[in-house]
């Protein structure tokens, strides 16, 4: 017990996540999704590209080409030509990847109605293929982080450590702006961090890795994929499926504010409406 | 006494409470006499005994206790059946709290509300009037007790006995301090006592490290590499020191935050143009690190905005702007985050140049 | 001689001897058993403060035989599994296992929890109703100050008690704790170093926390609570102005059987609502919120909602900081000592400010209806303004979330609020209160509105009034003098027409009662008094 000090024991319970995968086996990893992708993206393209030649000068996938048409359609006027960006009103979308398309569009995000301190949420304008479409057209334009294959949530059957782990994790680095009930929060002068009660596995991937709007970037040097999916999983798991076992309700889980309110319209009125009874003239 | 009415004086004959005629309303009567009170009215709120509305009042108290009686016993039941180990997930467990409440509260309002009928609606109608005699003692009694009072001092002699008077300020005054003396001495810690004053070093002071730079780590301890950091991210770090991460190190958390270039020669050029010197050559590249202990409450000020370069406080909304030396540029706080000096080892990781030249977190009176 | 045979019938008898003889308890239990109580809704409001700390006492034993207060750190391998491994106090850990391991260990957390908040909540309740109808003047200056006291207690009690589970929140509550101690002049550092053993938080402050809120607290609590009641017992209760009623008497029914058991009642009612609580809301998830890190916060940090306005003070202040040569005064100060300080002492002054305003060294046994003294409604409902105006700040980052309001407005709208909306409230509520006053006045000169529309010979249209009470011989009315108390403003309520409709939800058959006014009730006719039954 002495030698097992708290900080030691600490280390063990991260040392499993930090040590595997290493640094070395992530690159080659990488090195080699790369590859693959750079293949079947050329797969893809001898297959599906017929003779003539493209418009542009980046040859596009089919499901790029579809993108595109989307993209020309209702994107183009604040992002421009290729995605090039138009002062004063949208950002380069060069580089910003996939990730960041599939979070914006398939949030509701983008297309923009119009310009506010940050952009709402609302009802996504484009279906699943559609937004995949997109995505795929302006990551052949400018590259960036991508969404990865497979599974966003870890099994808790076969890797029970990972909710608290994720719990962790989305302590020290999600809860300041999105709250420890994950009901999101306010921020400077009219912005907000959104609440994550509806948010999907991807979109959590995807805000993580590519920062939309004013959250941080969290790259995958900082968090890593397996630390992505271990916080995903507890959005999931605990903030979004478990249900509260306090009580029927949960108060949305604000805390205080709303504790005070109902203490007074429950609490007191139920009171003093009994009083009123008690004392009245029968 | 004055032309209050007084009900013992001027209402009804006092009774011979021995007297067997009497009822024993009359004898009740006869104390409320004694006491001062009258009785003005005092009815059955019914016509006649064993009437229907008496009856149905009855009927509808018994059916409350009856209820009552079958909540709390199926209280019980649950309290014993039901399911109750915390499971993930929506089980049945997480109804156990409510059911338990739901069974006791109504039933317990239930005998409340049974308890209340019975007095609001059984028992007669009732109209009493007592005096309150709240008339000050007499000058007479207020004139002995002083006087008294008065003679027990007069007793001691401690005016006829100017040494005992002394005696007392000066001999037995340490007498109480010795008695408060080790309940204040026992808390009292001196908060600036040490080479490394707590209230003006953190963790990454290299006195804390055998003289060495301290490193910034994550919460696992592991150092960090500037790539760990993607541009636009923020990093909490905490000094590379044994326990650094725990509330042992409760000052020294730290945000490190990856400008995007335009942003960084702002950041940098307004770090330079520091006026009193203390943030100049304390970014790195495009990294500046900033404590995270507000400085106006000492809550971790980490609502970073990578588009503004805001940092807010979730406590009190102290506004810091990261590109202008984290200056507050709203809110109650009054001070700039300090800047924590950042440089890289031979090994490429980051390290504490220094302490932070600013003091850490809450503002105090002997801050320089 | 023979064993005399014990007679049942007479043994309570010989018992109430016994006890007499060595007591002398029968004629103080009589005058117990014979005490008048006047009836009056508002007069429950106390009660339910009694009750609720009832219920704390009795849920917070339960809880002391589970938890653990102590700060060392130790891996959590409860039924949790969002926790399970992670590094934390015992204090949270055992709080955890309360939770989840005991069982209905969660239901009587909770209970405790929304007890509480029914305590202060009564508390502010009861003292709003004391202050409106100056039931505070003497001789009930003293009682009004333990009441004060009492709020101050349950300040520290509940502070305490949050921080005792050491999550996330109670946390960084402690952590603000430590940076008011820290803006105290001179004192400030060693204050802190003092309470937390060292620089914060260090490995004390839970156990000492823990004694405090287990024993110091309550027991001053316990104490004063019982000195209030005492002193209610021993003044007698107020009581509104109305027929029969003098400054020298109480109108109302014996404390039993009626008074008790509505009492009794009411105790299970209050216990029942907080129970019917407890299972309903969840309060303070404290699993959510993690084991206390320096490092980690949440979004909406706030304190529970008696401290709110503190906090939502601390909020507003601008960053007005004092230099005095080397030395520094933060901002912090102002709200937060000399704020909470100024808000406990005025009101606790107020008595006796008032007292010397008015020139006025009479006891009062009635009650002053609100609208009857307009000054102190004004003050009370600028007070009120201002302590919503900070409780809402308290909260404004939660507003500001929820209804898409900037929270740079929200602190903007909270600072200029608090400065324009309470002398805002105190003219509203001055003018409010005359005009009630100017309409008793009114009837009470002229009469009540019959409706009936009369038109004169010369065609001019005049309501007819039904005079309260006598006429002189042109048919005008004798003005009566103004009593302090309701005046008849319907004709129903005098008698002359039907009388309304009453019942909640249903009509009730039996007519509404005449109501007795000091003005129209005259002598009242008192009958010859039989038993109840």
Redesign the interface.
Known sequence: MTSDT??R???R???RR?SAPSRARRRLGAAVRMIAALALAGGVYTAFTPGAFAEDNVQLSAAAQEGKALFDNSCISCHGRDGQGVEERGPSLIGVGSASVEFQVSTGRMPMTRQE?QAEQKTPQFDETQTKQLAQYIQELGGGPELPEGELVED?KTN??A???G??LF???C???????G???????????PSLHDATQEQIYAAMLT?P???????D??LTPDEKREIIT?IT???Q???????????G????????????L???V???F????????? | MTAVHHAGEAGTPPVDVNDPHLTRFDIVKEGLRRDDIEIVTYESQFHGQNSKAEKRVVRNIALLFAISGVLTLAFIVFYIVWPWEFELGHTRSDYFTPILGLTLGFGLLALGYGILAWAKKLLPHELSIQQRHGDPSSDEERLITGQTALFVADELGVQRRPLLKGAIALGLAPVGIAIAAPIVGGLIENPHKGDLPMMYTTGFNPGNNGGELVRLTREDGSPIRPEDVTTGGQMTVFPGIPHGATNHWADSPTLLIHLRADDAAETRRNAESDKNGRNVGSMWGNFVAFSKICTHAGCPASLYEQQTNRLLCPCHQSQFLITNNAQPVFGPATRRLPMLPLTVDEEGFFVAASDFKDTVGPDFWERP | MKRRKIDLAQAPVNFAKGADDRFQGATPLRGLLNKVFPDHWSFLLGEIALFSFIVLLLSGVFLTLFFDPSMKEIAYDGSYLGLRGTEMSAAYASSLHLSFEVRGGLFMRQMHHWAALLFMASIIVHMARVFFTGAFRKPREVNWVIGILLFLLGFFAGFTGYSLPDDGLSGTGLRIASAIMLTLPVIGTWLSAAIFGGEFPGELIIGRFYIAHVLLIPGILLGLIAAHLGIVFKQKHTQWPGPMRTNENVVGERMFPRYAMKQGGFFMAVFGVIALMAGLFQINPIWLFGPYRASEVSSASQPDFYVMFMDGLVRLMPNWQIYIFNYSLPPMFWPAVVGLGALFTLPLAYPWLEARKLKDKRLHHLLERPRDNPERVGIGMMAFSFFMVATISGSNDVIADKFHISLNAMTWAGRIGLLILPPLAYYISVRICLGLQQHDRQVLAHGVETGIIKRLPNGQFIEVHQPLGPVDEHGHPVPLEYAGWVVPKKMNRVGALAPAVKGFFFPVEKPAEVPVSPAVGGPVKREEIKSGR
Not at chain 1, 213 to 219: D, K
Not at chain 1, 274 to 282: E, R, V
């Open positions: 708290p900080a024991r600490r280390a319970v991260f040392s930090r301190a808790l029970p450590d909710l608290a782990r719990g962790e302590r020290i680095n809860t300041s702006c999105h709250g420890f009930g009901g999101g929060g306010a921020l400077s002068s009219g912005k907000f961090a920062g709007q004013n959250m941080p970037v969290f790259g040097n900082q507890y798991v605990q903030l499926d478990d249900r509260d076992p306090g009580g029927l309700f949960n108060l889980r604000y805390g205080p504010s709303t504790e005070g309110m109902a203490i007074f429950v609490g007191i139920l009171l003093v009994t009083s009123l009874w008690i004392a009245g003239k029968s």
